[in-house]
Structures are given as C-alpha cells and as structure tokens.
C-alpha cells in the first residue's frame, strides 16, 4: 500500500457544484495533515491544515477520519477558479517532512 | 513579508554536468525540504535540512547532495545529470516540528540535455 493515495481523476463538475476528495495514508502514527492547491505548471500553495476536529475556511471543509486512515476535503460552491490539482500532504512519522499524494484534478466548467 | 524565493527560475544543463539550485526560506523558518516534480509524477521527497544538518533523505542516489548555511538559506547540487533529472525542483520552508505547515517557492525548473 502506498504511503498516500489519491484518486487522480479528473473530477469534471459544474459551477456551484459541491465536489469531495479523498485521500487514504498507510501509516496510523502520522501526526500531520495538510491539503495543497498546486495549479498547472505552478508551486503548491497550502490550502488547509486537517485537524483531528475537523476545520472549515470558507466554502472548503477538510476532515480527518483517524479510524479509517483518510482525510478529505469538501468544496461547496465551485467556482471557475477552484480548477486545480488537490494534493494530500502526511508527516512522515517522527519528521516534518510531508509525504504527498499524487494529487487529484478538478475542473469547474461553466 | 517575503516568501520562500528559489533561483534560478530555468536552468538548462547538459547531460553529465552539474546544477546547483538556492533556496531562501521565509524569514524565522529554519528548516528547508527539497521536493522533486518530473513531469505527470507527485512530488516526491529529495532532502531535508534543518539548523544547518542533514535530517531527512528521500530515496534518491547520492549525486543529489545540498547544504543548508548559518541564515538558514540552502542550496540543492546534482551530479553527472541525466535526462531523467528534468523536472521541477521545489523547495520548501517550515518551523520544523511535526505539526508545522511548509510553504513552498516557485521552483527551479530544470532540463537537462
């Protein structure tokens, strides 16, 4: 199984729509979770941090479901401009480094 | 207040030779990770320096190597390139504890020939 995992997508959807990504992780004593935006060609910008209650900031919620070893992140009201690629980011145990997924791609159409 | 900056933007090299990319963290972020994106791949774990030290290493061949100097700036080297070291080379900066976010500069795009 591989450290993280993303379903790469694309996910094709209309404006205004309510879109979710998932995002699995193998290893139960991570500590950290983050998603990232990274558009086509560009750097990685952090999106969110993904704490144990869960977290909101604006139309996006991100979820940590310990359990089930996954973290998700919902976006409400898609707009043209949330089109990107979404990557998962999990500590690798004991460091800060991250270990990211592959990302999955969005694309909001009119 | 200024973010994590790389340079150069573009670096052509030519198979065999050396490239050595910099790296400026944010300012009060002492540790540095460099991250390698090929083409249609992930982001996949390089080096990470933090306090002037080596911490971390991804599973990379040892003609990867950098340094991290006393203002916390580093700089990423990379030996006898091949074609397949083409890719984006990101670097990041953090606090350096586990729970800290890192914030990534723009990248240094290198292709080698």
């Known amino acids: 199984r591989k450290e993280v995992e993303q379903d790469p997508g694309p996910f094709n959807v209309p404006e205004g729509a309510t879109v979710a990504f998932n995002c699995t992780y193998s290893?139960?004593?991570?500590?950290?979770f983050f998603w990232y935006r990274q558009d086509c060609r560009k750097e990685p910008k952090l999106l969110m941090s993904?704490?144990?209650s869960g977290n909101e900031d604006g139309r996006f919620t991100a979820q940590l479901n310990r359990a089930s070893q996954y973290i998700s992140l919902l976006i409400r009201d898609s707009k043209l401009s949330d089109s990107a690629t979404y990557l998962c980011?999990?500590?690798?145990?004991?460091?800060?480094?991250?270990?990211f997924g592959k990302g999955t791609m969005l694309l909001v159409s009119p | 207040e200024a973010g994590v900056t790389q340079s150069p933007t573009h670096l052509i090299k030519t198979r065999g030779q050396q490239a050595t990319l910099r790296c400026s963290p944010i300012?009060?972020?002492?540790?540095v990770y460099w991250y390698q994106q090929a083409l249609g791949l992930g982001l996949q774990f390089l080096l990470w320096?933090?306090?002037?030290?080596?911490?971390n290493r991804g599973n990379f061949p040892p003609r990867f190597s950098g340094r991290q100097f006393p203002n916390y700036s580093s700089e990423l080297n990379v030996n006898a390139l091949e074609l397949e070291d083409s890719a984006l080379y990101l670097c990041?900066?953090?606090?350096?504890?586990?729970?800290?976010?890192?914030?990534f500069g723009q990248g240094t795009r290198l292709t080698v020939v």
């Open positions: 290893n139960s004593a991570s500590q950290s």
């Open positions: 990041a900066s953090s606090l350096g504890t586990v729970r800290t976010e890192a914030f």
């Open positions: 980011a999990v500590n690798k145990v004991g460091y800060s480094t991250l270990t």
């Open positions: 300012s009060g972020h002492t540790s």
């Open positions: 320096y933090d306090e002037g030290e080596e911490r």
């Open positions: 993904v704490y144990s």
